[in-house]
């Protein structure tokens, strides 16, 4: 009978367990109804995407969830996922596209997360003995700190080589953060924001827009009712190219001062003409004027953006115009000057730089 209380503590332990897994449901002729689920998370999905006939590789490209986050779903491997916040927009996409309740499958994940939480918390943690190193014996000289100079040089040289050599070899990297292709508006117009490699340039529909000291970018996009195909394409110093498209369902109706305003703008397209003015790295002192009135004047700082339009002359002064840019009637960007003295009223027209 020594195995008596091992034995009764296994069969508690069991009887937690099933009863951890049923539900009660309604009561009929008596009796009481149960049922047992037993499928995990990981096990739904496998059968629901059986059930659908796809593979991960097909699930990922209609969710856009990594096929990698896809097996460790799948596999309970939830310790290998990303912050519960991802987890829960990879559940709620996966469940939108089966039409299936996204409720449960997050809550099912919750559940699951807790109990391997409680799991890894309750096993007993591993000690190891450390024993005491005597650096007495450890000299520093003048040759070894040498040596680990040039190795640290050598090292660096080799990682910077190594990343030019990736740069020049392969398309540059454009991540699109916003908005999400398939995206649905109720206005005319919408900014898109994204990340690229540094010195890479950015246009979206062949509109070039400002390039961040980080790669960060974002222009503004004037959309037509209906549906509008969006492309951003990113080029980086080697002319390595990379674009992306995606759409954007734009569901408004042009007012009647919007329609006149394009009508009025159509005519005296050819009347006016118009410069766009940022800075390439640090703030400067940009002032900026438009046929006589001072439409700007203050600090600008990297990643912003002044426009001014006019019919007969445009004046910029800048602090610095080898780090001003310029873009005059949507033609590529190029530096206000030369060199690095400060410029005071640089003039454009309709015929452009006025030198």
């Not at 649905?184 to 540094?198: A, F, N, R, S, W």
């Not at 992306?244 to 394009?262: L, Q, R």
Request: with cysteine; aromatic share 8%.
């Amino acid at each position: 009978m020594r195995d008596g209380g091992c034995g009764k503590e296994k069969f508690l332990y069991h009887v937690s367990l099933i009863m951890h897994h049923i539900s009660f449901s309604d009561m009929k002729d008596g009796f009481t109804r149960k049922k047992v689920e037993s499928l995990t998370l990981g096990e739904k999905l496998k059968k629901l995407r059986g059930d659908f006939r796809m593979s991960l590789a097909e699930i990922s490209k209609v969710t856009k969830i990594q096929v990698k986050y896809l097996e460790y779903l799948e596999n309970g491997q939830y310790d290998k996922l990303p912050a519960d916040v991802y987890v829960r927009g990879f559940l709620r996409s996966y469940a939108r596209y089966l039409n299936i309740d996204e409720q449960a499958f997050i809550k099912l994940y919750e559940r699951e997360r807790n109990i391997q939480a409680n799991l890894s918390q309750s096993a007993p943690k591993k000690t190891f003995n450390v024993k005491n190193i005597d650096i007495s014996s450890l000299v520093v000289t003048p040759r070894s700190v040498v040596i680990a100079m040039m190795c640290l040089l050598v090292g660096g040289a080799f990682l910077y080589l190594y990343r030019e050599f990736q740069a020049f070899a392969g398309a540059p990297r454009l991540v699109i953060l916003s908005p999400a292709s398939g995206t649905t508006v109720e206005t005319g117009d919408i900014v898109v924001e994204g990340k690229t490699d540094k010195g890479a340039r950015v246009s979206i529909n062949n509109q070039p827009v400002f390039v961040g000291n980080e790669g960060e970018f974002s222009g503004k996009l004037i959309l037509q009712p209906g549906l509008n195909t969006v492309t951003v394409v990113s080029i980086n110093r080697f002319d390595k190219e990379k674009s992306e498209t995606f759409s954007i369902e734009a569901h408004y109706t042009p007012s009647v001062a919007e329609v006149a305003a394009e009508d009025r703008t159509q005519v005296n397209a050819a009347q006016t003409f118009h410069l766009e003015v940022a800075v390439s790295e640090a703030p400067l002192a940009i002032t900026l004027e438009a046929d006589g009135t001072v439409v700007f004047s203050g600090i600008l700082k990297p990643g912003e953006l002044q426009t001014a339009e006019a019919q007969e002359r445009i004046k910029v002064t800048s602090a610095n115009p080898a780090k001003t840019l310029v873009r005059f009637n949507g033609t590529p960007a190029e530096p206000l000057g030369s060199d690095g003295i400060a410029t005071q009223d640089v003039v454009f027209t309709a015929l452009g730089k006025q030198e």
